[in-house]
């Protein structure tokens, strides 16, 4: 049986990427519901009027598909940014791993508000959204997010959280493979929950077409497919942790 790191970057990259990227739509999550909360009254001045027009953009509306839209491809790109980070900005950094994340943030933001948001329809800077900073201010918040949560758990720190403490070769074994292979599961996961999405979006469509749960179809993509990658991983992991186990007990 192949043994592999538990530092092994690609692998780390990919569960750091996944975690790093589900903790930035939850915060994004929790930003759509203060935007439409105070996009009904609850700002005053200018404010008022940023949050009513980033409310009715479409980004936060569950009902048209350009929220879902979004949040798959920033998912996606999380993943890719998270093999960037490693590969390329990681060991080139200096400073603490929160501080590093922070910096490496600013690369994926850039890229966000330059080309991401006027490919969406936004502008530059969100700035087509009428809604004043709250685009800008919103996004690097989350890409700080992204950022801090990707470095620590890539760094030393994530062997606690992610692979194993250095002791025992059989514990260190089976940790690498379970980290390995949780890996393998998060993409294999995500491949296939996206499939299924799609599956029975297409089933949605050639029945009534109603939104599902008052979301746009689309919102069943996403949901699937980021559900498809947490069980992927929680099932790589096992997977892992058997094939260590059945190589122990051969040697």
Known sequence: MRRYSASDPFARALLSGFIASTAMQLAFALGCSA????????????????????????????????????????????????????HLFQHRLSGPQWERGLLFACVPWLFSVLVLLPVAGAGPLGLALAAGPLPLIGSLALHALYGVTLAVLSSSFGDGVLARPRSGEAQVIALQNAEFCAALGVVGGLALGAGLGLVLVNLNQAGNGSAWLGMHPFGLVAASTVTGGALGGLVGSFFGLGRAEAYVKRT
Request: glycine share 10%.
């Open 35 to 86: 935007v439409l909360l105070l996009a009904n009254g609850q700002a005053a001045g200018p404010a008022s009027s940023w949050f009513q027009s980033l409310r009715n953009s479409g980004l936060v509306d569950l009902t048209r598909p350009a929220l879902h839209q979004a949040i798959g491809l920033y998912f996606l790109v999380g993943l890719l940014w998270a093999v960037v980070y490693t």
